[in-house]
Nanobody, 123 residues
Framework: QVQLVESGGGLVQAGGSLTLSCAAS????????MDWFRQAPGKEREFVAA????????YYADSVKGRFTISRDNIKNVAHLEMNSLRPEDTAVYYC????????????????WGKGTLVTVSS
C-alpha cells in the first residue's frame, strides 16, 4: 500500500511557476507509475501527466505539453510536477496518483490517490 501527500500548491500570477511535490510512504515506490491529475470547480478530474516506474518515459496532456514537467526520485520516494507559464485555466486541485505496474491515464485506472493541493492562477 502507498500513502501519497501532495504539497506546493498556492496562488500565483499568470505566467508564473510552481512546483508540486508528491511524497510517498510505504513500500516499493519504484513499483508504481505515477500520475498527476487535476480537477477544476464544476469539471471532471482530468489527466495532466504520467511517468513510468523508472522515470524513463513521460506523458503529458496536450494542454500542458511544453509547460509542465513531471519527474520522480525513487530514492527519496517523491514525484514532482514543475509547472511553468501558468494560465488562469490551470487553476484546479492537483492530485497525484499511483498505479502498480504500468501506466494509466484515466482516474479509474489508478490504485492510490493523495488528497490534493490547490493551485490558483490569477489573471
Amino acid at each position: 500500500q502507498v500513502q501519497l501527500v501532495e504539497s506546493g500548491g498556492g496562488l500565483v500570477q499568470a505566467g508564473g511557476s510552481l512546483t508540486l511535490s508528491c511524497a510517498a510512504s510505504g513500500r516499493a515506490f519504484s513499483s508504481y507509475a505515477m500520475d498527476w491529475f487535476r480537477q477544476a470547480p464544476g469539471k471532471e478530474r482530468e489527466f495532466v501527466a504520467a511517468i513510468t516506474r523508472s522515470g524513463g518515459n513521460k506523458y503529458y496532456a496536450d494542454s500542458v505539453k511544453g509547460r509542465f514537467t513531471i519527474s520522480r526520485d525513487n530514492i527519496k520516494n517523491v514525484a514532482h510536477l514543475e509547472m511553468n507559464s501558468l494560465r488562469p485555466e490551470d487553476t484546479a486541485v492537483y492530485y497525484c496518483a499511483a498505479k502498480l505496474g504500468g501506466l494509466a491515464s484515466q482516474p479509474n485506472g489508478m490504485d492510490y490517490w493523495g488528497k490534493g493541493t490547490l493551485v490558483t492562477v490569477s489573471s
